[in-house]
């Protein structure tokens, strides 16, 4: 524990008393507030579910697997973002490229086989206000929430190919490499909840 | 670090410099005067709705119910940003010591998204403005045109320039919060911030609490209204001769969301303005603030308390009546954070030798007006009396005292205090001295009348009162608030003429007029654009040294090395407290 | 910002943590899936569900964003700013009873 | 002397105006419920320490103002703060209120519904309330969107039951004096809130909710029915009328109706 002297030190000014960049604590701070916009969508979509018992569980064991498969690409993803971070900290911009290209086609794939699902549910007669499996708020809750998500995907994709590009010509720094990192594992955290509170608990089993 | 203002020169094209410019000055500036420009239609509006409502009838019921959300939504927009953005923008990098904002480039994109939001809100006036209220209450909000006039486009307008201001909220306020963590120069800690940073700080942390959610339930409101879905919308609504195809959503879950943001949303407009009160009440009472750490304290109490009472505004909204009970008591402790700065300011009040500028009498006039409507309040929070005086005029008078009133006195004061340092002239006394008691006297009689309107019951948002007999009464009421309301709307002419008369023709202000303590006072007119030209000063203090005994003079700069009442040597407050 | 730049350096030197991290959420996600195959209540499969998301976001936080790494008042500040939202926003929540209760 | 004459008229104004609320010369429209009663109680006791709060605060604050006035060169002299008297005193009136309030509150609410209570519904709709007896057999006859036509304002399912004898009326609510009524609150489309001063009752209704609220009332007339949520543009006149009247009287108009 930090003694209190210490601590004041910290805040007496002159310094960052989180001993971080603004880049970086306005990207937390972006990050806390999106985070919040997830939180709403999401209580937003419990408070609905609590009101309809008989929500529709649609989900057989082929949507799971390709749930599971998009989730095992977007963890990749980050992994493969965090090893990039590191490179690009110990000046090894040219691995830093590297690790961020292979993030990006884990995050292109991920957008992939979603684009496929949510094809493969409209084709089924999903649409955003009925389907054909009952309550027609499941399928509003669904492509509302999966689709908030894959928005942040593609921005954070944008991002990452721009600041991977501006690391190549050395216009970026490890700075932004780590922050873009941060956005990127953010949107990951996000689908740590979408996949159970959405895919999970509306898979046709019983 | 690589945004920040040192590092690039002034600009030297006009348009990036005053138009697109990503100097806080600049900005701070231009919030000022787009917001000043959106309160004068806000204000004409009202102008229009109290001919009709007190003088004669002359709009159709769905054009009053148009202007009445007009007039809300408007005044919202520029309550909320004014406080905040407009003097925080401007000051809040002078008086931490900063040479910009921490995300230069952001602050700008923050405005024009700012602007465009209140444009966007204009435009829906010109399309036909909703009738669902600033609160929009689907499924009156959610069904489009065949509910109402004006809920078609116009409605979708609104939630476009909503979405907008979450935008630019977030962008400033996680810009402030970088801000003021970060770029503080040495010796400018926490517990010497000036109390007007701390609540600009309050504000930018409360809005990013809350803006997204309200971004959120926006998102869909849109989705019900453009994409059919029904997350407000129940089953088997029947409008305009058909069933609606909606199905299985729940109004209640917007006001839920609506007022999980709009109750805190409160909390950002009042609490700078109660800061930026505190600060220059302190330089017109020439003494050190009483209870800094208790100000501080009780800060952190409104946002906790802020994020868990939204509650209290749906007490008979059909929510469960175990919410009611736990909201009601909930909201009965932010009489504590509340009560914390009234006492701070009658103790910084209690014997000291007050200037009467026109700053200090805004100041004066805002604790007044802050009293009698947090008061008010008292009676909201309990939820068995909310029965009677939910959504009557009682709640219009009383959040307009407090929300809007005095608000704005603490916008007045603001505009009075730091004229000097924005402009480099002095608004005229005189004007303003007139100005404020025209508006108090006014903004009591007016909002006190409409108290007494909740008693007899009237409903809010009527557009006439013709059809019901208990509302007899209230008939010569309103005339009394039209005719005094026009002449209060009058007197704001004083205002805008001396705002702009001195802005060309104000007497030249020496670099600290008021014998001031906090930084920007030490920096010449106009303020350089890297604010400090050498370099940045260091502090030695905090900045309510008023009054110190020995001293040649009654005050010390925050630059000024010495001792100091301040929270590093004494405890926030004098030590000759005991007497 | 220098100084935060040079403690993250220190750290970074071994990938084993990221494969660590990787690995473990792996596992989860696995462990979530059966979970999802074993009959029991629906609200005791959502506890469940819950409490293992949350311990892979504090994965996540912890080793891809680098929170262990921070400052403590820093991740105090954070962590704590997104729990009283959460749970306040809970607050809504018994409302969407009522739709049963009090539904036609 | 200005000042003086300031504070004389400063005082007699407060004094004045708290007499007359409590004396209740300024008051509300007079209440015929019975939980009405013990909500003006309540009010009395919030106004009487509110106010005296209002006017203590005002005043001290005037005297500051006032007191540091010309007094130049002299140094401050700080009036002792107690904080802990003010805690105390602030958790004092927060229980006050909370306690007198929330009991109100609680026997609006959480009283259980009374078995012997006479139900009516009601269904309102822009800009207007539908009112439902549900006729000999006590039973409402169920009702769909989809059955709403003119001449069938609350989509009575022409095949129910027990609709046959449902009684609809138009913006009139007529119920007994001293026995407890039973409202069903439903919404054909928008937020609407029933509002009668005179009962000191308001209850918003939400479409695809059937809210219901309990009272008594304890004087026969004639009483306004408003709507209190913004419904449109209508608002303003979506006004019913509730008729309290005795009860043999009622039971006669029942009949009568219902034939």
């Known amino acids: 524990m930090t003694s209190e002297p210490a601590l004041a030190a910290d805040w007496s000014g002159g310094k960052s008393p989180y001993a971080v960049s603004h880049l ?15 939180a709403a969508l999401f209580v937003g979509y419990g408070y609905l579910r609590l009101g309809h018992p008989e929500w529709p569980r649609p989900f057989d064991t082929g949507s799971i697997l390709q749930a599971s498969l998009m989730t095992f690409f977007l963890l990749s993803s980050s992994a493969t973002m965090a090893v990039a971070v590191a490179k690009a900290r110990k000046g090894d911009a040219s691995a830093a490229v590297q690790h961020m290209v292979l993030t990006v086609i884990g995050g292109l794939l991920f957008l992939i086989v979603h684009a496929l699902e949510w094809r493969h549910l409209i084709q089924q007669g999903a649409s955003l206000f009925s389907n054909p499996w009952g309550v027609p708020l499941f399928t509003g809750c669904f492509f509302t929430i999966t689709g908030m998500h894959m928005a942040h995907v593609a921005s954070g994709l944008v991002v990452l190919l721009v600041i991977a590009t501006k690391l190549k010509h050395q216009h970026a720094t490890a700075d932004h490499v780590e922050v873009a990192g941060l956005y990127w594992h953010f949107v990951d955290l996000v689908w740590m909840f979408i996949f159970p509170l959405i895919y999970l608990l509306s898979m046709r089993t019983r | 670090m690589s945004e920040t203002h040192a590092e690039h020169e002034a600009p030297r094209s006009f348009i990036r410099r005053y138009i697109f410019s990503m100097d806080h000055k600049v900005i701070g500036i231009q919030y000022l005067l787009a917001m000043l420009l959106l309160a004068v239609v806000g204000l004409a509006l009202t102008v229009v709705m109290r001919w009709h409502l007190g003088i004669r009838t002359v709009l159709r019921p769905e054009t009053y119910l148009s202007l009445m959300t007009m007039h809300a939504s408007l005044m919202f927009v520029v309550v909320t940003v004014t406080p905040t953005s407009a003097f925080g923008n401007y000051f809040l990098p002078l008086q931490v010591g900063a040479r910009d904002m921490a995300f230069p480039f952001l602050n700008m994109l923050s405005f024009w998204v700012a602007l465009a939001a209140g444009l966007v809100l204009l435009s829906s006036l010109i399309v036909g403005a909703p009738i669902s209220g600033w609160t929009a209450y689907p499924p009156l909000s959610a069904v489009g045109g065949v509910a109402g006039p004006g809920l078609g486009l116009g409605q979708t307008l609104w939630l476009v320039a909503v979405a907008l201001l979450c935008v630019s909220s977030m962008m400033g306020a996680l810009n402030f919060i970088a801000t003021t963590l970060n770029l503080r120069t040495r010796g400018m800690s926490m517990m010497r911030l000036p109390v007007s940073v701390w609540g600009w700080l309050t504000a930018a942390v409360t809005g990013l609490l809350v803006f997204p959610v309200l971004s959120a339930g926006g998102i869909m409101l849109l989705l019900d209204r453009l994409g059919k879905t029904s997350f407000f919308v129940p089953s088997g609504l029947y409008l305009g001769g058909e069933v609606l195809p909606h199905q299985g959503g729940s109004p209640l879950l917007w006001q839920h969301l609506f007022w999980f943001f709009g109750h805190p949303e ?21 003494r050190p603030i009483f ?8 800060l952190f109490g409104f946002v906790t308390l802020g994020g868990v009472v939204w509650g209290h505004h749906m007490f008979v909204s059909g929510m469960s009546p175990y919410s009611g009970l736990a909201f009601s008591i909930l909201t009965l402790f932010v009489s504590i954070p509340a009560a914390i700065f009234a006492i701070s300011w009658l103790m910084t009040l209690w014997g000291a030798r007050i200037q009467f500028r026109p700053p200090m009498l805004y100041c004066l006039g805002f604790v007044s007006l802050f009293i009698s409507g947090g008061v008010g309040g008292l009676f909201n929070a309990q939820s068995s009396l909310d029965i009677y005086l ?13 929300f809007a009133m005095a608000a704005i006195f603490s916008v007045f004061a603001a505009i009075h205090f730091w004229f000097p340092k924005m402009f480099g002239r002095m608004m005229n006394d005189t004007l303003g001295t007139i100005h404020f008691w025209f508006t108090l006297v006014g903004a009591y009689i007016i909002f006190l009348t409409m108290h007494y309107m909740g008693f007899l019951g009237h409903p809010r948002r009527y557009a006439e009162i013709s059809q019901f007999d208990f509302l007899k009464p209230a008939a010569s009421a309103h005339t009394l608030i039209s005719v005094v309301a026009l002449i209060t709307a009058g ?12 802005l060309f023709a104000g007497r030249k202000a020496a670099t600290n007029p008021w014998n001031s303590t906090s930084l920007e006072w030490t920096l010449p007119n106009p303020v350089p654009f890297s604010n400090f030209e050498r370099d940045i000063p260091v502090v030695h203090r905090w900045a309510y040294d008023f009054e110190l005994p020995g001293g040649a003079q009654d005050y010390e700069m925050q630059t000024a090395p010495g001792p100091s009442m301040d929270g590093q040597t004494g405890k926030g407050v004098p030590t000759e407290k005991s007497t | 910002m220098n100084d935060s730049s040079a403690t993250s350096a220190e750290h970074s030197d071994s990938l084993k943590p990221y494969m660590g991290t990787w690995l473990a959420l792996l596992a989860l996600t696995l462990l979530e899936v059966a979970l999802g195959y074993v009959s029991m209540s629906q609200e005791l499969l959502m506890t469940l569900l819950l409490c293992l998301s949350v311990v892979k976001a504090a994965l996540i936080m912890a080793y891809f964003m680098h929170l262990k790494h921070e400052k403590l008042t820093f991740v105090v500040t954070l962590v704590a700013s997104l729990l009283f939202i959460m749970v306040a926003l809970c607050g809504l929540l018994p409302d969407g009873l009522r739709m049963l209760t009090l539904g036609r | 002397m200005r000042r003086a004459v300031a504070w004389l008229v400063f005082w007699l104004v407060a004094a004045g105006v708290v007499a007359a609320f409590y004396k209740r010369v300024l008051w509300f429209p007079p209440a015929v419920s019975e939980h009405g009663l013990s909500m003006d ?8 320490v509110i106010g005296t709060l209002f006017v203590a605060a005002q005043a001290l604050f005037g005297y500051a103002v006032l007191r540091g006035r010309g007094k130049s060169g002299q140094p401050p002299s700080f009036w002792p703060s107690n904080p802990r008297f003010e805690k105390r005193l602030i958790l004092a009136i927060v229980g006050v209120f909370s306690m007198g309030s929330e009991k109100a509150w609680a026997n609006m609410y959480f009283r259980k519904p009374s078995p012997d209570a006479l139900e009516i519904e009601l269904t309102a709709e822009q800009f207007a309330w539908n009112v439902r007896y549900p006729g000999a057999d006590g039973q409402f006859g169920d009702t769909a969107p989809k059955f709403i036509t003119r001449a069938n304002p609350i989509g009575l399912n022409p095949s129910s039951r027990s609709g046959g004898d449902d009684l609809v009326l138009l913006n009139e609510v007529r119920v007994p004096a001293q026995r407890r009524v039973r409202l069903t609150l439903r919404s054909k489309d928008v937020l609407h809130s029933f509002w009668v001063p005179n ?12 809210i219901q609220v309990e009272f008594l009332a304890t004087k026969t007339g004639q009483f306004e029915i408003a709507c209190a949520e913004l419904c449109g543009l209508g608002h303003f006149r979506m006004k019913g009328t509730l008729i ?6 009622f039971d006669q108009w029942l009949e009568e109706e219902s034939e």
């Open chain 4, 41 to 48: 109680s309540q009010f009395s006791v919030s106004f009487l």
């Open chain 4, 244 to 249: 309290v009247m005795e009860a043999q009287e």
């Open chain 2, 491 to 502: 007197a704001q002419i004083l205002f805008l003429f001396n705002f702009f008369w001195s």
């Open chain 2, 291 to 298: 209870g800094y750490r208790y100000l501080v304290l009780s």
């Open chain 2, 390 to 402: 939910h959504d009557t005029y009682w709640v219009v008078g009383h959040l307009h005292l407090l």
């Open chain 1, 24 to 38: 970086k604590l306005g990207m937390w701070l972006f990050i806390v507030g999106d985070a919040f916009t997830f």
């Open chain 2, 266 to 286: 409160v909390y950002i407009v009042i609490v700078p303005s109660m800061c930026m009160v505190t600060h220059i009440m302190a330089n017109f009472a020439r």
């Open chain 4, 199 to 210: 009962l000191r009752l308001k209850q918003d209704i939400v479409p695809g909710l059937a």
